[in-house]
């Protein structure tokens, strides 16, 4: 229901649905530290002219990630039949040895802190400079004081961060003026949250200029 055709509810150019789509997918790989090695993209629509501009999105992504959209990209696109709505479903292959993986690390005392406005919908494109990148997660993964890495999507703040104490086998405790609405769809990942010691937020937000908040405190 998202895309350029008649049938989409929401319209979006091919190339900007094609980049959030595989962004969300890569964005999943990243941030458990696992190397991304293939994209696998099924098209609902004709190759050409919708496919032909999803797929250009998609390899931008590729490309900021080192991957090689001639050789990393697996494409399948819907030749038999007209469309009159946009679909499209993409995997992500990582590949990452197991005592590398950024999953059930986080410590007592870690605050959960969320990065980027919670967006969805038509929201994300006006609140382009405010969501999650790839290079944000990237950003993250260069520094040696992160606990955890989660993206949010359309479950929320409230459920992810649940999830992050229980990989670590901790409970958590929000904070009362906590200035988002944690139950709200991030739609296409873009927010998320992370862990850490307190003494790192203020580093944090001077390498990434997208609004950040305090959530919660693992105990």
């Known amino acids: 229901a998202i895309g350029p055709k008649n049938g989409d509810i929401l319209k979006v150019n091919g190339e900007i649905l094609g980049k959030h789509m595989v962004r969300s997918a890569l964005m999943e ?8 090695i293939c994209i696998s993209c099924g098209l609902c629509v004709e190759p050409e002219p919708t496919g032909e501009s999803i797929i250009r999105g998609i390899k931008e992504e590729m490309i900021k990630v080192g991957l090689n959209p001639n050789e990393d990209l697996v494409i399948s696109t819907e030749k038999n039949f007209p469309t009159n709505q ?3 479903g993409i995997t ?11 999953i059930g690390k986080s410590k007592k005392n870690d605050l959960i802190i969320s990065i980027g406005l919670p967006s969805v919908g038509k929201e994300v494109l006006e609140n382009r400079d405010n969501i999650v990148e790839i290079e944000d997660i990237l950003t993250l993964l260069s520094m040696d004081f992160i606990h955890g890495i989660i993206p949010v999507g359309s479950k ?3 459920y992810e961060a649940n999830i992050l104490a229980k990989e670590s086998n901790l409970k ?10 944690i139950r709200k769809s991030a739609g296409p990942s873009t927010v998320v949250l992370v862990t850490l010691k307190e003494e790192y937020i203020d580093l944090i937000k001077s390498k ?12």
Do not use: C, Q
């Open 29 to 36: 790989v990243l941030s458990v530290r696992a190397k991304p």
């Open 156 to 158: 929320g703040i409230l």
């Open 208 to 219: 990434i200029n997208k609004p950040i908040h305090e959530i919660a405190i693992l105990y």
């Open 172 to 181: 958590l405790k929000f904070f009362n003026d906590i200035k988002l609405d």
């Open 92 to 102: 992500a292959i990582g590949f990452a040895s197991k005592k590398d993986l950024l």
């Open 86 to 88: 946009t679909g499209l």
